[in-house]
């Protein structure tokens, strides 16, 4: 493991071109491969059954311009590193459909209100055979004064070919995240002061135990990145069984 890792940030240290990507993994499910491409911050890139999703596209069309345009694409909350207009105004969305929550619908273009569907926190659908349930995110204390309040933005979890994959979009170790069950491949957000900390993410995922677990959107103010490698330790420390995969979100 620790080879790769150094593969991945040797190639984001030598990229010679802008926001190169790092190579994508695969997860088999019942109907085929589930190829994961993580793309910057919070956004990835899920390719299955012939279709391919976008979660969080942001940053610019230029780290999209080598990947397949989006059947799904997938926003969690209305803050710019998650429904990032510019982003979703130059990329293809001809053939896309979005999926979003109330206060992001509100807020997008008209064009894209177009192509949207509402997804409220608790709700589910399925869309070219995957199931997408809505979960709470959001800071603690749940009051008026979080950076995100409870019912605004929406953790994700796909069902594709059998496998669950829980996208955490901007939270901290809620109550509903603890509670997740069957979770194959998670994606867990750390950075203060906007999400939590190390500590509290591997505390949770200790919690709900998922088969594979990503550290992702650990950027914090300043451009500081959080300790991921101390993430995996506290996980693997007390449960050497979950995967922790350590990939470079940031290779511009």
């Keep these: 493991m620790i080879r790769i890792i150094s593969i991945f940030v040797f190639a984001s240290i030598t990229a010679p071109s802008f926001a190169q990507l790092v190579p994508p993994d695969n997860i088999q499910t019942s109907k085929g491969t589930l190829t994961i491409q993580p793309v910057f911050h919070g956004s990835l890139v899920l ?9 969080d596209p942001y940053g610019g069309i230029k780290r999209y311009k080598d990947l397949k345009t989006a059947d799904l694409i997938l926003i969690t909350d209305i803050h710019g590193d998650h429904m990032d207009t510019s982003t979703l105004n130059n990329i293809n969305t001809t053939n896309s459909k979005l999926i979003v929550p109330q206060e992001v619908f509100n807020r997008l273009p008209e064009k ?11 709700a589910s659908r399925e869309e070219f055979s995957i199931k997408i349930e809505a979960i709470p ?57 906007f999400t939590m900390d190390i500590a509290q993410a591997a505390n949770a ?33 007390s449960n050497p069984a979950i995967d922790v995969r350590l990939r470079n979100w940031y290779t511009e």
Excluded at 115 to 122: A, H, Y
């Design 47 to 55: 390719s299955w059954n012939n279709k391919t999703i976008y979660i």
């Design 112 to 122: 894209l209100k177009a192509k949207s569907v509402v997804l409220n926190n608790g």
């Design 137 to 193: 995110m959001y800071n603690l204390p749940d009051d008026s004064t979080a950076r995100h309040t409870k019912g605004r933005g929406n953790g994700y979890v796909l069902n594709c070919g059998g496998k669950r994959i829980y996208i955490s979009g901007d939270t901290e170790d809620i109550p509903e995240m603890r509670a997740l069950k069957n979770i194959d491949v998670a994606f867990v957000c750390m950075n203060l002061p």
């Design 205 to 237: 995922v200790l919690e709900f135990k998922p088969a594979v677990v990503y550290p992702y959107h650990y950027r914090g103010q300043g451009g500081t990145l959080s300790d991921t490698e101390g993430f995996k330790k506290l996980v693997n420390a």
